[in-house]
């Protein structure tokens, strides 16, 4: 290593566990960018999106949410050649219920099934939690199939989706990729990759594997036998934990979709750092200062009409709108849109997470 | 490590890959026990087990070809308690055909098997040899059940017997067992026992999971389910690799169950050594040293009948038998094996193989 990357490497770290910037400030996106080897998601390539899919693109691509991208123009390339494709997104089990920050990858995944019309697979890691967060087998299967809810309430088509969790569905071909991948993978590459200690547990060490394995057609003979070409497009966030919360350094900041509207309202109005200044007086002066203000960042996410988020930011930057009507109109479309998940959560029922789960084929995935 | 453990280890290594002793010597088994943490399998224990089975020692036990275990004692206790057990072994699957060394486990399992009349498991891994040996799975795949044929041939009893290839059946409880195994054993300890670097690829090291887990009765939920309290025994070889060989230099000299009559005797006359003396007239005065003799080490393994040996033995050491006399008798006992082998190898069909594969219950595997 370099002394520039030891430089880099000390100043924010970005890995499966951790995201922290230097001195609690922000991410450099364009560090991590050069870092990972990926490019820029611009705005033509959201552009060729929009023409090739006729739907318009996500409020998370128009407002660079998903801002990078690996080969993404490849993908794009053969769709347009004919070529369908498939998405694999997941998520590692470790607690009863989401929190938005959790929704965020749900969200833009399903916006992508739709658009472009391609089957998905959602690996549930329970193997994973059970490792990391010290469950038991059945508490962490439990805990992969509550999620399932919760991931099926985003809206995900039947026809088109399967969801497993590793503990029911690992075998078989699955497997057999899992022991191709891990023989291409030395210890001191992942070590180099995720940070492993000599005390670590081996099935840390050979767990990248299984969660490399999904992006391979082969190991989902029941969906893609014989095409073993199939390309494979992966929606991911770098800091989805960070995006949750309302408050970077309390866990309890973050709004989960099982809260009440009350609860959702005192968590913005305790927790939310705000931009606005001190007193009135300064703020009808100098106005909110939007690069560090949390309402702001959320309604970004989560607030679908450009024009109003203009609107609004435009007047709260000049002090004309206060901090107390922005977290005012942030408690709203939270509450709506967590009330909602509610909604289409209790509507899922078990013989729906069932037939989900179940392996089969999936005739009608590409119409 | 101390001083004296760092001097034992240069004096001999035993792990899965390497058998060889101090500059070229014997083996230490007395080390060996200690350094393993085992008991001697000594004559009371041989006592015990004719006594509880009914059926005569096997040949291997007698003379101390098994001479080592752990904990087979409280087996027995269990199992005069009226507590049946159940037996594991297993191969990788690295070569179309065995030769004489790789028998001497399945022989001798066999031997219990029908001695205590308990199921057996047999593992086949595949997987192991995909990643060690660097073939493709399908390759691996088609070694396992070449080599169930033989196995299969070695006479064991279909309804006591699971047959299993690691590629086809990890997963279910078995993956959840392994993930639970893995939890348990980090990469020092792992680079302990083993001796992995960090150049070798994750899969070598998280494999000793995949072979501790048919140890524990709930990884079998279609034979033991609710017997997870189930005690497992497992016959093992620490150098059978040495021991199908003529000479420990020369992988050509072990013989194989495809072996023909002739090849048979020419291995044996061309690279047996042996412990007679180099002229007829130094013979007949000096006798055979039995101790470095190869043509006694086989028939002490193979020839059935303790009074025939003991009297070649006797009078190959006093010189009135000559070591072409013992080559002679050497391969007809190896010929007639050979032959019995491959006469019941034929008669396996591929429905037995899939018969003996077959996930299922074997309701009479206690009777």
Redesign the interface.
Known sequence: MGEEELEQEQEQVVNPWEVSAKDGGKIDYDKLIDKFGCQRLDQSLIDRVHRLTGSPPHVFLRRGVFFAHRDFNEILDAYEGGKKFYLYTGRGPSSQSLHLGHLIPFMFTKYLQEAFKVPLVIQLTD?EK??WK?LS?EESKRLARENARDIIACGFDITRTFIFQ???????SF??NM??V???????K??GIFG????????K??F??VQAVPSFPSSFPHLFSGKDDLRCLIPCAIDQGETGKMSASDPNSAIYVTDSAKEIKNKINKHAFSGGQDSLEKHRKYGANLEVDIPIKYLNFFLEDDDELEHIKKEYAAGRVLTGEVKKRLAEVLTELVERHRLARSAVTDEMVDAFMAVRPLPNMFD
């Open positions: 193997d059970c490792m010290n087998v590793d503990f029911e569905y690992v075998g078989g497997y057999n022991v191709k891990e023989k291409c993978v030395t210890y001191n992942v070590v492993f200690s000599g005390e670590d547990h081996i099935g060490v050979s990248p594997a």
